[in-house]
Nanobody, 121 residues
Framework: QVQLVESGGGSVQPGGSLRLSCAAS????????MAWYRQAPEKERELVAH???????HYGDFVQGRFTISRDNAKNTVYLEMNSLKTEDTAVYYC???????????????WGQGTQVTVSS
């Protein structure tokens, strides 16, 4: 069984920074892409940042250079460094990963439980 566990959320003032972490554990043969999504109240879930297994990154348009996604493949962990946070960044942030649990199984799409990020003065 595969699990994604996020940490690092919290409350911060506008202009502040937070670092989110997401560790994958359990039955893992290989991990392809890892990503962060977010969902604000009454809004659809949206992509924040995506990092492929080859290292290619993609960010949502709203990021505008403020966030950085990184991976530690040895630890099966993905990070999201968020700087210059704005009130509109307030949301639940979810980790997502494409994981192959065993060599004979297909890639599965896995989600973490979410971590709250609140940006407020």
């Amino acid at each position: 069984q595969v699990q994604l566990v996020e940490s690092g959320g919290g409350s911060v003032q506008p202009g502040g920074s937070l670092r989110l972490s997401c560790a994958a554990s359990g039955s893992i043969f290989s991990i392809s892409a890892m990503a962060w999504y977010r969902q604000a109240p009454e809004k659809e879930r949206e992509l924040v940042a995506h990092k492929s297994s080859s290292g290619t990154t993609h960010y949502g348009d709203f990021v505008q250079g403020r966030f950085t996604i990184s991976r530690d493949n040895a630890k099966n962990t993905v990070y999201l460094e968020m700087n210059s946070l704005k009130t509109e960044d307030t949301a639940v942030y979810y980790c997502n990963a494409q994981i192959r649990p065993a060599s004979n199984l297909p890639l599965g799409n896995y989600w973490g439980q979410g971590t709250q990020v609140t940006v407020s003065s």
